[in-house]
Each structure stands twice: as structure tokens, then as C-alpha cells.
């Protein structure tokens, strides 16, 4: 047993300061709700940040990880094994995709589909068909390459010299995408709502500009997914809803249910450029997380799940709607089914952190989407009970901060 107390004030004298934690410490968690070492209650509304679609301990995941655990923990890649076979099997039976490459985490699964991209034009049109084009506000992970595709320079400052042959336009800018694509690109990367970016859905039209502009110069289209995947929208993947397929797609946080894991999927016609050898990772397909996540999947990929998802936005929605009626806080309300992004008034620009600070006294756990983004990414099975509390508080919370702000 450790001597001193374990705290939060643990946190600062023995991690790495990147974060920066609430300053409670959660023990546990069921459903959508979480208990602190004080056994303080909390609302999940942030779920991991779209990890944790089926909520907390989801007696389905836990009997799938119990039973995995009493089997096969790890093998690595010098051998295959069933769990991640059959979740390999499932994504590409229920998606465009014939391929699936497993890793561990979002930025993982980023770099892997970066780098399958750049060898897929190496290999079929030369190297000098190296170029990335991404988007302004773009979100793709912490790794080096991935803050390098990344739209926002701050993740990348102090960190150069970054990968070279990448560059960014305006999300949702057909006119200046086509201008900066050429046949030297390799791939055009992007997520179907930008999320850590503000939660800024793509344009349906845009979407398919994009496709046309990508076909025009043989050039991949990237989905990232890793937010907006795995039910998030009331679609298994948002592309499904936006007539649009690409040539990669990266999965991962609610892929797992909140146990880690990552994947890449792909064509058969791209596949082959990551021949043996070419890339890989020690823990890539691990059984107890592919066992979960097999589980995750055969739970969300379900009609009455799915569709329950704009159910439960709706809801959300019609309560942030009462909020702002009495408030007037709200700019505008965003993002597709269980991605919600609540833009503050202008004048409360810059103080989303301290509504998720004074959320969390009040016993409600939100995120935000940049400084002036609360953004909520739920279980996709929240009760709706739990919604209305939770909005409860919210409300509670903005009252608090706005009597602040005039005090
Ligand atoms: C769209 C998107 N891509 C990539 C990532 C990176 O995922 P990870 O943190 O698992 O590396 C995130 C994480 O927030 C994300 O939202």
C-alpha cells in the first residue's frame, strides 16, 4: 500500500503535466452514471469523449473481457488469433471495406492510414505523388505525423521539424480544395464532423465534391471516424449517411467500449501497397481488446440502437432548447446524433472551460470543443432519465457561472 493519500493532488507531483485532470478522482462508474472517491454522483454526458457508447460497465463487456481473460491475453502478430479475426470479419461485412489492419488507439490507426496512403500512390504512381491535404480545424491525433495533418498549429508548435509534403484548407471550401489538389496528391483526409475542431459537420455537398476532386486526381479519400464511428451519428458510420464512401477509414474510441483499440479499414484495391513487413505493432489486434470490441459492435450494430440514437439527440436537444429559452446562452446547437456541440454566445466566447469546471461542481461531466464548444458525446444507450437530470444540472451550473460573470 502507498503511504500518502491517492489524489488528485497525487496527479501533480507524480504525472507528466499534458493534463490537466478535474479535481475529483472517479472510482466507478455503471450506466451513465460515475461515483468519486467521495462517492459523489456524477451525469456522464462526455463518455471517455465518445468512447464509452454503451456507458460504463456494460454487464455485455465485461462478461466478453472476463471470458477473454480467462482464455488468451497476447500473442503479438506472429500469430493470429479468433477474437480479432472475427471482428475483422464483422467490420468488413458491415461496412465498404474488405480490409482491416488493428492497432491500439485514434492517432494509431491516423498514422496507419497516412502511411498505407503515401505507399499506395508510391507504389502505383511514384513517389512524387506524396501530398496530404487536410483541413483547417482538423483533428487527427497527438503522434507526429498525425498533429502534422492536424489543422490547428498549436498541437504542433515546439514540436517541429514536422513531416513536410502536407498541407490545409478551409473545411468545407470546395472552391479552395480544388485549387490546391493536383496529381501529386495522395490522399485528401478528413473528418465527417470535425469534432475536437468545434463539432462542425461537413456539408453534404462538400462531401461529395470531395470524392469527385480525389477520383479526378487518384487521390485516396481518409475518413476519419474515430469520433463520429461506431454509432455516434445513428449510423454504424457516418459515412453511411452521407452517400459518400472513401478508400480508408480510421475507427477507435467507442470501437473498444472503452477498453483500447484501434483499426484501420480499407479496399482490396488499396491493401495490398502495406505488403508483409511494411507496417505493424506489438499489441495490433490483441485478443481481450478485440473480444471486446466484437462485443461493442454486435450490440450497437443493431436497427433499434441506431435509431434510438436520434431518439436520445432529440431529447437533448429539445432540453438544451429550454435552457436557452430562459438563458439565452446558446449560439447555435450542432452535430449529428449523439455528437452534440453547443456554441456559446459571443460574449461567452473563450469560458467553455470554466461551464465544464462549474458543470462538474454541480455533479455533470461535459466536454468542450475548443474554447467556446460545450460538446457532449454520451452513452448511445443513456437513459432518458439521466438526460433530463443531467440537463438539471446544466442548467445549475450556467446559472452559477453567469451570476459570476456579474458579480
Ligand atoms: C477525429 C479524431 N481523430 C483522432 C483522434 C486521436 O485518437 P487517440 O486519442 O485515440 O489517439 C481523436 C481523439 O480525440 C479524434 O477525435
Known amino acids: ?190 473528418e465527417p464532423i470535425q469534432g475536437e475542431g468545434g463539432v462542425i459537420p461537413a456539408d453534404p455537398e462538400f462531401v461529395k465534391g470531395v470524392r469527385e476532386l480525389c477520383d479526378q486526381h487518384n487521390a485516396l479519400l481518409v475518413f476519419d471516424e474515430i469520433q463520429t464511428g461506431v454509432g455516434r451519428t445513428g449510423h454504424l458510420y457516418a459515412y453511411m449517411g452521407m452517400g459518400v464512401e472513401p478508400d480508408i477509414l480510421t475507427s477507435a474510441k467507442a470501437l473498444g467500449g472503452g477498453f483500447p483499440i484501434g483499426a484501420m479499414l480499407t479496399t482490396n484495391k488499396v491493401a495490398p501497397s502495406f505488403g508483409f513487413g511494411t507496417h505493424g505493432s506489438t499489441y495490433g489486434g490483441n485478443p481481450l481488446a478485440c473480444a471486446v470490441a466484437e462485443t461493442a459492435l454486435d450490440l450497437i450494430n443493431q436497427p433499434e440502437l441506431l435509431n434510438g440514437v436520434a431518439d436520445k439527440r432529440a431529447l437533448f436537444v429539445e432540453e438544451l432548447q429550454k435552457i436557452n429559452a430562459k438563458h439565452e446562452i446558446f449560439k447555435e446547437i450542432r452535430g449529428d446524433g449523439l455528437l452534440i456541440g453547443v456554441e456559446l454566445i459571443d460574449t461567452m466566447h473563450g469560458k467553455a472551460a470554466s461551464f465544464l469546471a462549474t458543470a462538474r461542481e454541480e455533479g455533470l461531466m461535459i466536454l468542450m470543443a475548443g474554447p467556446n464548444v460545450l460538446r457532449m458525446a454520451p452513452s448511445l444507450i443513456i437513459p432518458d432519465e439521466d438526460i433530463r437530470d443531467g440537463m438539471a444540472l446544466l442548467e445549475r451550473a450556467i446559472i452559477k457561472v453567469l451570476m459570476a460573470e456579474n458579480a
Open 1 to 190: 500500500m502507498l503511504k500518502q493519500p491517492v489524489n488528485r493532488a497525487l496527479f501533480d507531483e507524480v504525472m507528466v503535466p499534458n493534463y490537466n485532470p478535474q479535481q475529483m478522482v472517479p472510482v466507478r462508474g455503471r450506466g451513465s452514471r460515475v461515483w468519486d472517491q467521495e462517492d459523489n454522483e456524477y451525469i456522464d454526458f462526455a463518455g471517455g469523449i465518445a468512447v464509452n457508447a454503451l456507458g460504463h460497465v456494460h454487464p455485455a463487456l465485461v462478461a466478453a473481457l472476463k471470458e477473454q481473460s480467462d482464455k488468451l491475453w497476447h500473442l503479438s502478430n506472429t500469430f493470429t488469433n479468433e477474437p480479432a479475426l472475427r471482428l475483422a470479419k464483422k467490420l468488413t461485412d458491415a461496412t465498404f471495406a474488405d480490409k482491416v489492419f488493428f492497432c491500439n488507439s485514434g492517432a494509431e490507426a491516423n498514422e496507419a492510414a497516412f502511411k498505407l496512403a503515401r505507399k499506395y500512390s508510391y507504389d502505383n504512381f511514384g513517389p512524387e505523388k506524396h501530398e496530404i491535404i487536410a483541413f483547417y480545424q482538423g483533428f487527427h491525433g497527438r503522434t507526429l505525423f498525425t498533429v502534422s495533418v492536424g489543422g490547428q498549429a498549436k498541437y504542433r508548435e515546439g514540436f517541429e521539424p514536422a513531416p513536410g509534403g502536407i498541407s490545409h484548407v478551409p473545411f468545407n471550401d470546395l472552391a479552395a480544395l480544388k485549387a490546391a489538389i493536383s496529381d501529386k496528391t495522395c490522399a485528401v483526409v478528413m
